[in-house]
């Protein structure tokens, strides 16, 4: 079955430092993979999203992802975090049409 | 750009009362998503749409039931409400033929007391 994983439950990191979350999928062929974004009881904002081609993408503010397919990874990267950037963050993967969403990844900036 | 608009954006029931939800997709879009978060938790698929027609169906339980209607707005009806029913409830719309990304509003929050 399809699946996503975060393995990363709660990521803390200062201001200005460098981000990584990881998202790892399960799925037999390449899905359509995305991450989005939710703050505190708001919807989801769509960060970026891959479907084919270059394998570096760039999304909204500031935000990219790489997805590898020898991993069957896909994670998101932010060179310097603003404090806005506290949220839940979560990847998701669209093998048939419906989305399927990883745990999510709390994402704490600390001043 | 006209967004995906859901109502009511917050809704109190008491347990076995009924609440309906609605989803106004974004204009032209013919396919609609319907997925619960549970507090804490990830969103979870509960069916869609497309054309009017179900085109797939998830863990949605059978007390709750949804359409589609010609104006390709979506309706979720919740029956019998339990404490468990309690998350925020999202739609998302598409276009099928763009093959693009699906569009979420910003949610129903549901309570049952």
Known sequence: AQSVTQPDIHITVSEGASLELRCNYSYGATPYLFWYVQSPGQGLQLLLKYFSGDTLVQGIKGFEAEFKRSQSSFNLRKPSVHWSDAAEYFCAVDPTGKLIFGQGTTLQVKP | ?113
């Open chain 2, 1 to 113: 750009a006209a967004g995906v608009i859901q109502s009511p954006r917050h809704l109190i029931k008491e347990k076995r009362e009924t609440a309906t939800l609605k989803c106004y997709p974004i204009p032209r879009h013919d396919t609609v998503y319907w997925y619960q978060q549970g507090p804490g938790q990830d969103p979870q698929f509960l069916i869609s749409f497309y054309e009017k027609m179900q085109s797939d169906k998830g863990s949605i339980p059978d007390r709750f039931s949804a359409q589609q209607f010609s104006d390709y707005h979506s309706e979720l009806n919740m029956s019998s409400l339990e404490l468990g029913d309690s998350a925020l409830y999202f739609c998302a719309s598409s276009l099928a033929a763009s093959n693009t990304e699906a569009f979420f509003g910003q949610g129903t929050r549901l309570t049952v007391v």
